[in-house]
């Protein structure tokens, strides 16, 4: 029934200590070998995933909440966020006192590299990036953070309602254009491969895989999910670190037990 599915990385993939259960390779090994086609929807950017894909043999991505997607090599989406808007942020940013990260598919960097900055990446293994205020001008960024904490937000959703806020830790927010989601990469894949939303799968744990969960034909929330996902999702699954992935896919029926 279900031709292709769509993995999250952080929480859905990984364990607590970032690296992937066996069980988890071996069920996505079974489904690549039953022609189901498998792919990573994250909102990580491609260069910070490399690895996880050249481990899981994955050569298809929706990266950076949707605004980057490619399909066995072919770029479907190539969607940032313009400069001007960007100038515009840093500005509001700076006058705050606020960190802003800028994403590319080959780097990131931040205006500068307060503890907000360190403890949001070092939570998930990954390296603080380069201090580089204006990345922006030279390079194609897809995703925006701002690094603050929920009771500073409203000013800049008020002053942005064009953008997506979409926080992924205490101290740190996703800002993308708005209409972006991992849902509207999904379904641009789709319309790529010639698939309708029931014929896929997803499993995600956070608040960036909400839309993502809802828009499949069957969206599994991992047991570590935060609530608001587990409400949402059509199927509960253990915890990545408990073998949710493998139990999940049996649920499905994809694999056998």
Not at 10 to 18: A, I, K, R, V, Y
Not at 73 to 78: A, K, Q, R
């Amino acid at each position: 029934m279900y031709k292709v599915v769509f993995f999250d990385i952080d929480g859905t993939l990984l364990n607590p200590e970032g690296s992937i259960p066996q069980t988890a390779k071996d069920s996505i090994a079974r489904l690549q070998e039953q022609g189901v086609e498998t792919v990573i929807a994250t909102g990580r950017t491609p260069y910070a995933f490399e690895w996880i894909r050249e481990e899981l043999n994955i050569h298809s991505y929706v990266s950076m909440n949707g605004s980057y997607v490619v399909r066995n090599g072919d770029v479907i989406i190539n969607d940032p966020v313009p400069v001007e808007m960007l100038d515009k942020i840093s500005r509001s940013t700076g006058t705050r006192g606020h960190a802003l990260g800028m994403v590319g598919t080959d780097n990131t960097a931040v205006s500068l590299a307060n503890e907000r900055v360190k403890d949001s990446f070092t939570e998930f293994g990954i390296d603080v990036p380069l201090v580089m205020p204006e990345y922006y001008r030279e390079h194609a960024v897809y995703q925006g953070l701002l690094f603050c904490e929920e009771t500073e937000m409203s000013d800049y959703v008020d002053e942005f309602p064009q953008l997506r806020f979409i926080r992924w830790h205490p101290l740190a927010v996703d800002i993308q254009n708005e209409g972006c989601s991992k849902a509207s990469g999904i379904e641009a894949y789709l319309q790529a491969a010639g698939l309708q939303p029931d014929q896929a799968a997803a499993f995600g744990d956070g608040l960036n895989d909400l839309e993502m969960l809802q828009f499949v034909g069957a969206g599994v929330a991992m047991g570590n999910a935060k609530d608001e996902v587990k409400q949402i999702a059509h199927r509960l699954t253990a915890a990545a670190h408990e073998d949710g992935i493998r139990k999940g896919l049996i649920d499905l029926q994809l694999i056998e037990a």
